[in-house]
């Protein structure tokens, strides 16, 4: 009956009477021996307790049996095979750890060690006790405490004097050393020195640095640029370039550069500005300027054009949401431009890159001009609106509801519309109102007008910058009065407004007259310009049937065109394409007409009433 | 109370500032709001019933005000309360709500022409008391903030006499209180307080009202090193007569 395999190497002898011989030599085996009690145990073999495997405890009793070190699979195998092997061969009567014997070459060196070590040891003892027998005399209580016992039993304390002795002194040995003293002194000192110098040149180039990138970013404050913190990064400065009412925000980083100096990253300048052009029959007639202003140089050139850009760029995308949403009043947008549409004129509004400075100045047409001016403008009104949004926010909000108000679009292009518009029915207006008078000089009779372009916006005083721009932006309005033959006078109020009521632009015209020759009088409204074109031609014919009628001999029939008298009929027609035609005819003749159309100076209206027979 | 126009309910927070750190909090507002601050100055006059009120009746009384602003180019002359734009308002008691912030309902009507102390007297209320504000004021998105400072006219009656005849024979009790001359006007306090407050047209509109609370606690966050802004004892703001 073998064994089961023991987990504990210590054996307890009485258990396990196979494995010591030594104490017990005459032993049965249990099983063979009638009288012991049966030894088998019914119990099942007790697993490991979990403390035993646990890994610490593993750890720890790996570590104080044989350590770490040099632990690895193949040895503990090569290991694992040699105790197996001498397991078979020992396992029954020798369970105790074997000892490696000592090689003998270490036995003999291990005890010339320890001899040595004796000896001194002895030495240093002897040596201890000369030196506190010599100390003794003059402290003796640190003296008596090294002093082993022996001496102190054979020899009284203090016993041993000793003086100083003045040895030769080797001059030359003494200078060496000294020399190499002084030498090694120095050579500390110097590395010493060289190390603080490294450093303080160090800390000097770190605070020019520091102190460059302070000096700038202060210049950059002193400018009226605002710098603040960045939003997004603890201890980061940044510019804040953009516009406050802007709804792209606009601030960039301040890094220090290599030198020192202020470097802004993160900056798209796409290098792009407005760009207004003038279109006739499809063909550009104008463009504006892409150049910019100055700019500065290093830093400030970055900020003020990171700023131009974010500007423009705004200003685009403004215009392009403006455009969108007013489709209806002549504005059109394509993917990357808006179009105004006015009176044959398109203005077309993009972004073009900026232009190379050191191109010369296109030639100064009237277009370009106008184009100039409208970009100009474009830019202002921005700012302007800036200003309302400023002052809209300013206002407490009106209580919050569930539906938030749209914000309405700012007013860029309108503007712009509204000018153009008004601009081109002046022209015609003052074309009308001057071939009125050619006509009618032509014809001998008199006439004139005058014509104030843009009257509310004339001769009223400016108190600030939003009264001055509010005046241009709403209503544009063009007074005319127009004396014509016969005492008659027109006035002409043409007004322009995109919104409500107006919505294009309406003409007032109150006519002035002695209502002798007409019933109608007081003021007529028209709202395009060939309605008032043709109110305007009757009326100067009402004017000159009047006048006709005061040189005395003619009557007006009705209240029509026609006049009579003795000498026959006449009627007076003022037709919008050729002129003032007067036509007289005889009962079953022919009629006969002239017509003044402005050209020629041929004869005069009085002169031709004359010769009607 | 369909007869205040101007009424709707609003959502508050309010903040102490001592007077030493005052100019520095204002410039911090003017930063976070993006705006320079507005600053004006407002006479309050403090009304109640002329009836007292009957113990146990089910409906409370409560006090009214009168507020305007006083335009910066008056004095002492041209300053004449029968004569400025008055708003009557009545602000009712905070109502209880678990939302981290004060909701009240305020009614308010803006008046147009007429003796507006004369229709408070009509209406059955008398003078109480009269006081002035100093205010400074700034706009940030849905929130009025507004850092105020009161005061008392020098002669402030507390429990005043009948205003009418007898002041006007007296001059020397003036109930309605002049503004000037300004260095009379006596701090009831040196401190000032901040109130950022949004209002709501209607308190059943769940969506807004949790859009202004979300907006308060958002400014709560921004100002959280400048001021402390917190919900006040609902019973401190208490209007209704005892």
Known sequence: ?613 | MQNFPQSHHELSLYAYIPASRQPQVLKMLSGVAGMRNEAFLQHHLLYKPARPRVPGAPTDHFYMQLICRIAPDETKETYNPREQRWCIRLEDIPEVTRKPVVSRGIYSANTYMGDVLEFMETLGYTLQSSYFTDNNRFIHGNIVITVSQTSTPPRSPLAPTAPGASAAGDPKIDPFGSPFPKERLRKVDDGWVLQAAVRVQSSTDVQSVNAGVQELQNLKKALEGVCELDVVERLALDTRVR
């Open chain 1, 1 to 613: 009956m073998s064994n089961p395999p023991d987990p504990n190497p210590d054996t307890n002898p009485d258990t396990n009477p196979d494995t010591n011989p030594d104490t017990n030599p005459d032993t049965n085996p249990p099983d063979t021996n009638p009288s012991d009690p049966l030894l088998l145990s019914l119990r099942h073999w007790p697993s490991p307790a979990p403390e035993e495997t646990s890994l610490p405890t593993l750890v720890h009793r790996i570590h104080t049996q044989r350590y770490f070190n040099g632990l690895t699979e193949d040895t503990l195998q090569a290991e694992i095979n040699a105790s197996a092997s001498n397991d078979t061969s020992d396992a029954l009567h020798d369970a105790r750890p074997t000892t490696i014997p000592e090689p003998p070459h270490m036995v003999v060196a291990k005890s010339r060690m320890v001899d040595y070590i004796f000896h001194a040891h002895n030495e240093a003892m002897i040596a201890l006790d000369f030196i506190s027998l010599v100390c003794s005399l003059q402290a003796p209580e640190i003296a008596t405490s090294s002093m082993s016992p022996m001496l102190k039993a054979s020899v009284p304390v203090g016993c041993l004097g000793h003086s100083r002795l003045v040895r030769k002194v080797d001059k030359a040995e003494v200078e060496k050393e000294e020399k190499i003293a002084r030498e090694w002194k120095q050579q500390g000192l110097v590395s010493a020195a060289d190390l603080l110098l490294g450093a303080s040149k160090r800390l000097g180039e770190e605070v020019n640095r520091e102190r460059r990138y302070w000096r700038e970013v202060l210049e950059i404050r002193e400018g009226g640029w605002l710098v603040t913190r960045m939003p997004r990064e603890k201890n980061g400065l940044g510019v804040r370039y953009g516009f406050a009412e802007a709804t792209l925000s606009g601030i960039a980083p301040l890094r220090r550069g290599e030198d020192g100096g202020v470097r802004m990253e993160q900056v798209e300048s796409g290098g792009r500005m407005v760009r207004v052009r003038i279109m006739r029959g499809g063909e550009v007639t104008g463009e504006s300027w892409q150049r910019v202003g100055r700019e500065g140089e290093g830093i400030m050139k970055s900020v003020r054009k990171a700023r131009n850009s974010i500007y423009e760029e705004e200003l685009f995308a403004e215009v392009m949401k403006e455009a969108r949403m007013y489709a209806g009043m002549g504005m059109k947008t394509r993917e990357d431009e808006a179009t105004v549409e006015v009176g044959g004129v398109s203005v077309v509004v993009d972004m073009a890159p900026i232009d190379d400075p050191n191109h010369p100045f296109p030639l100064m047409t009237p277009d370009t001009q106008l184009a100039n001016y409208i970009a100009l403008s474009l830019r202002i009104l921005l700012s302007y609106n800036h200003r309302l949004s400023l002052s809209r926010r300013s206002r407490p909000p009106p209580p919050m509801t569930p539906h938030k108000p749209t914000p309405e679009p700012m007013r860029l292009l309108r503007p712009i519309t509204t000018y153009l518009l008004h601009t081109s029915h002046q022209t015609h207006l003052s074309t009308l109102l001057r071939r009125l008078c050619l006509i009618t000089t032509t014809a001998g009779l008199s006439s004139s007008f005058t014509l104030t372009p843009f009257s509310n916006t004339v001769g009223r005083p400016i108190t600030s910058v939003e009264t001055a721009i509010d005046l241009f932006i709403h209503m544009l309005e063009t007074t005319a009065s127009v004396s014509l033959p016969g005492g008659w006078s027109l006035t002409i109020t043409m007004r322009t407004a995109l919104q409500r009521p107006i919505q294009g632009t309406q003409y007032v015209i109150t006519t002035h007259h002695d209502g002798v020759s007409i019933r109608q009088m007081g003021e007529q409204r028209f709202s395009s310009e060939e309605e008032a074109g043709n109110y305007v031609w009757w009326c100067l014919e009402r004017a000159v049937v009047n006048h006709i009628r005061l040189m005395g001999e003619w009557v007006q029939e009705g209240l029509g065109n026609e006049m009579v008298c003795k000498k026959g009929r006449i009627r007076v027609e003022v037709q919008e394409g050729v002129g003032l035609v007067l036509v007289w005819g005889k009962q079953g003749g022919r009629d006969r007409k002239e017509v003044w159309d402005g050209t020629e100076r041929g004869r005069s209206l009085a002169e031709v009433l004359e010769g009607i027979v």
